[in-house]
């Protein structure tokens, strides 16, 4: 089983920026070996996917966070980073980190089926 457990959440203004952390324990041997995907989910609305990395380092964005957002992997540190800048009122959302170790086909990096492994979530609350 993998642990997973989110941190990093804050209250800022608009235009600010925030680090979340997402830190992996458990068995399995690193980060590098999961795929790894941010999702966040804002009051009444259904959950999103916002960044994946795979296992190679291949990383993709939601249209709506590209440019503005960088997910990365610490990979001695067993770690996963969501760098948000330029944050807006429409990032306030729940943020979630979630792991698996099976291949997903690209088609698929969003789907939150993919992901057996899920921390519990960072609030973001962005405002204006």
């Known amino acids: 089983a993998i642990d997973i457990e989110e941190s990093g959440g804050d209250s800022v203004q608009a235009g600010g920026s925030l680090n979340l952390s997402c830190t992996a324990s458990g068995y399995f041997s690193s980060v590098r070996s999961l795929n790894m995907a941010w999702f966040r989910q804002a009051p009444g609305k259904r959950r999103e996917g916002v960044g994946f990395?795979?296992?190679?380092?291949?990383?993709i964005y939601a249209a709506s966070v590209k440019g503005r957002f960088t997910i990365s992997k610490d990979n001695a540190k067993n770690t996963l980073h969501l760098t948000m800048s330029s944050l807006q009122s429409e990032d306030t959302a729940m943020y979630y980190c979630?792991?698996?170790?099976?291949?997903?086909?690209?088609?698929?990096?969003?789907?939150?089926?993919?992901?057996?492994?899920w921390g519990q979530g960072t609030q973001v609350i962005v405002s204006s």
């Open positions: 990395i795979d296992v190679s380092g291949v990383t």
């Open positions: 979630a792991a698996d170790s099976r291949y997903t086909s690209p088609t698929r990096w969003f789907s939150q089926g993919e992901y057996y492994y």
